[in-house]
């Protein structure tokens, strides 16, 4: 077994009010576009920051069908409005994927979100619709 080593993510916690991936992806028309494989050249470092969930976010905005042209500036700028909405401006311990999805919003980038409660209906969501942000725990040998 591994210890969970803490990087920066905290679990987010069940609301009930959370629009469900599967719910969403019933009303959803998928892309009329082939399944393909998304690359970039380029990658986003955190470091030995715990500011994962900025960098999972402007990861996501690099990414298709986004593609906008983000830098490790923009992740540590989206985790530190994360620690605001979370009450705790400066925070350096981390934050939870939901509250990035706030932030996004409340940037305009993003007009709604909602939660895989399976692995199968996050990754038919990313064959049909595009990129999606997970959070996991990450461990010693990772």
Same mark, same amino acid.
């Given at each position: 077994?591994?210890?969970?080593?803490?990087?920066?993510?905290?679990?987010?916690?069940?609301?009930?009010?959370?629009?469900?991936?599967?719910?969403?992806?019933?009303?959803?028309?998928?892309?009329?576009?082939?399944?393909?494989?998304?690359?970039?050249?380029?990658?986003?470092?955190?470091?030995?920051?715990?500011? =994962?969930?900025?960098?999972?976010?402007?990861?996501?905005?690099?990414?298709?069908?986004?593609?906008?042209?983000?830098?490790? =500036?923009?992740?540590?700028?989206?985790?530190?409005? =994360?620690?605001?909405?979370?009450?705790?401006?400066?925070?350096?311990?981390?934050?939870?994927?939901?509250?990035?999805?706030?932030?996004?919003?409340?940037?305009?980038?993003?007009?709604?979100?909602?939660?895989?409660?399976?692995?199968?209906?996050?990754?038919?969501?990313?064959?049909?619709?595009?990129?999606?942000?997970?959070?996991?725990?990450?461990?010693?040998?990772?």
């Amino acid at each position: 077994m591994t210890l969970p080593y803490g990087l920066g993510r905290l679990p987010s916690p069940f609301d009930a009010r959370d629009l469900r991936m599967a719910d969403a992806m019933q009303r959803m028309t998928p892309a009329p576009r082939p399944v393909r494989l998304w690359h970039s050249d380029r990658v986003l470092n955190q470091g030995k920051t715990s500011r =994962c969930v900025g960098y999972s976010w402007a990861g996501w905005g690099i990414a298709d069908p986004v593609e906008d042209k983000w830098t490790n =500036c923009m992740g540590d700028s989206i985790y530190r409005e =994360c620690a605001i909405l979370d009450g705790s401006p400066g925070y350096e311990g981390g934050s939870t994927v939901r509250t990035g999805a706030k932030v996004m919003a409340k940037r305009g980038r993003l007009a709604t979100y909602f939660f895989a409660r399976t692995v199968d209906e996050a990754l038919n969501y990313l064959a049909y619709y595009g990129t999606v942000v997970a959070g996991t725990v990450w461990t010693q040998d990772m």
